[in-house]
């Protein structure tokens, strides 16, 4: 919905916007609803970009060194509450409980990361010219507007979070809403934690208030993770407004097992890669391109594993595959897996769909141009294609419009670091499944998305650049 910024446009705005918004938490194992969230009103709304932009001019005087201690603070509330956490995660995704409970940790070590690295990260570079002094000095900017997912509904949060406070900004979240209840307890871990009021503010809004925000001069910057149609609504709203991106979007990542490899650890590799999350991951494997003279074995083996995973409550420590976290991602699903089949994919394992629960599938003979191969399947689905060599495999694993992650399977590392720059993507593992690291920076390129997040990286995404230069 386009903005005029006109006193006559914000009250027709606002009009159309009065209608209250409520959402319900649906636990996608069972259909049972949970939780009411009441969104805000366009009054309610402006009155936190106000705050927001009030706890700015405080929080960037905040001496780094005390961030620092907060967001380390933060970090210690997320294990001190891990169960609580988990337990809506799981409730409101369908995520194992085990999966939600390591996911919390995960945000308490990005916490940990950038309470020890930040100092480094945002001083001052010297750089030497013929000035008597030089440097770059790294400011805040203001308010970063975080537009976050489902999928990892506390992790992708917090990995913006995290160095985007700690730098001195102040944040807004957006999230899914049918993760609403987790935003609300990611919100009291600040709290909890210490942080000033108004330096991070979750939002109950929906889709058609957010050009409002972005058109707000004080929000500074937009960070999206999500679908490629997300990401460029977002970014087509934010350039029209001159704001700075960053997009984490879709992937279709190729998993490549060479002649050579393991195959026993591979598939260990492969299983994990492939069903973290039921699938539910940009930067899960899904693409599992083989040698032929190896094929049928990591087949046979892989479709072994998976038959070991066991389905149930999530909320059970041995449950490991649960349901997706919406029907219409279990319908989408299952349509590419019957419209993969009816193009010549040979169907292995699975393939049946029980409301959200979607059998762990495995498709044989997979080529491009079957939706198993050319879209992105977001959820347990792994498509298995044959490669005539290493050439063809890496050929194959390029011929997509994603750029996330490869990985490689295989003795040969040497043979392997040569080939990663026939490799697009922003990532590229030999003989590890592609993650996330709060060290490494994280990223694609291509339809996935630009920018990155994590490691020093992710910190100056989000900070003035300033170019300081004096004469005497």
């Known amino acids: 919905m386009k903005l005029e910024l006109t006193k006559l446009g914000i009250k027709l705005f606002f009009r159309q916007l009065s209608i209250k918004m409520e959402y319900t938490s649906i636990n996608p194992y069972n259909g049972n609803q949970f939780g009411l969230h009441i969104g805000l009103s366009q009054e309610a709304l402006v009155e936190k970009l106000n705050r927001s932009h009030e706890a700015f001019d405080s929080w960037r005087k905040v001496s780094l060194t005390d961030r620092c201690k907060l967001i380390k603070k933060a970090g210690q ?23 939600s409970r390591a996911e919390v940790n995960k945000c308490a070590l990005v916490c940990d990361y950038y309470a020890d690295n930040a100092i480094a990260f945002l001083a001052d570079e010297v750089i030497s010219t013929e000035a008597d002094k030089s440097f770059v000095q790294h400011d805040p900017i ?36 049918n993760v609403f209840g987790c935003a609300k307890q990611i919100e009291e871990v600040f709290i909890k934690a210490g942080f000033p009021s108004y330096v991070f503010q979750n939002l109950i809004i929906n889709h058609e208030q957010t050009e409002f925000i972005i058109s707000n001069d004080t929000v500074k910057a937009v960070t999206l993770t999500g679908s490629e149609r997300a990401g460029s609504a977002i970014a087509s709203i934010a350039g029209h407004y001159l704001k700075k991106t960053v997009l984490e979007l879709g992937g279709n990542n190729a998993f490549i097992v060479l002649e050579d490899a393991d195959i026993d650890k591979s598939v260990r590799i492969a299983l994990t890669a492939r069903m973290l999350n039921c699938g539910q991951s ?18 046979q083996k892989f479709t072994d594993a998976v038959k070991e995973l066991k389905s149930g409550d999530p909320l059970n420590d041995n449950t490991t595959i649960g349901p997706l976290a919406r029907l219409d991602l279990a319908n989408e699903l299952n349509k590419q897996v019957n419209d993969s089949i009816a193009q010549g994919a040979i169907l292995l394992l699975g393939g049946n769909q029980n409301g959200c629960y979607h059998d762990p599938t495995i498709l044989g003979e997979v080529v491009p141009g079957m939706a198993a191969f050319d879209e992105e399947t977001f959820g347990p689905l792994a498509a298995m294609i044959k490669a005539k060599n290493i050439d063809h495999a890496f050929e194959l694993s390029e011929n997509s419009q994603y750029g996330l992650g490869v990985t490689v399977c295989t003795k040969n590392t040497d043979k392997a670091l040569e080939y990663s720059q026939r490799v697009s993507d922003g990532a590229y593992f030999i003989n590890e499944l592609v993650k996330s690291d709060p060290r490494l920076p994280f990223g694609g390129t291509k339809k996935s998305g630009y920018g990155r997040e994590l490691a020093k990286d992710g910190m100056v995404e989000f900070v003035n650049r300033k170019t300081i230069y004096m004469k005497r």
Do not use: D
């Open 77 to 99: 509330v997320l294990r001190e509450n891990i169960e609580e956490y988990a337990k809506m995660i799981t409730l409101e995704m369908g995520k194992p409980i085990v999966e």
């Open 142 to 177: 203001g308010i970063v507007l975080g537009i976050m997912p489902w999928n990892f509904p506390f992790w992708q949060v917090f990995r913006y979070l995290a160095p985007t406070l700690t730098a001195g900004n102040t944040c807004l979240l957006k999230h899914a809403s």
């Open 282 to 299: 940009c930067i899960a494997a899904k693409r599992f391109i083989l040698m032929e003279s190896i094929y049928e074995e990591f087949v």
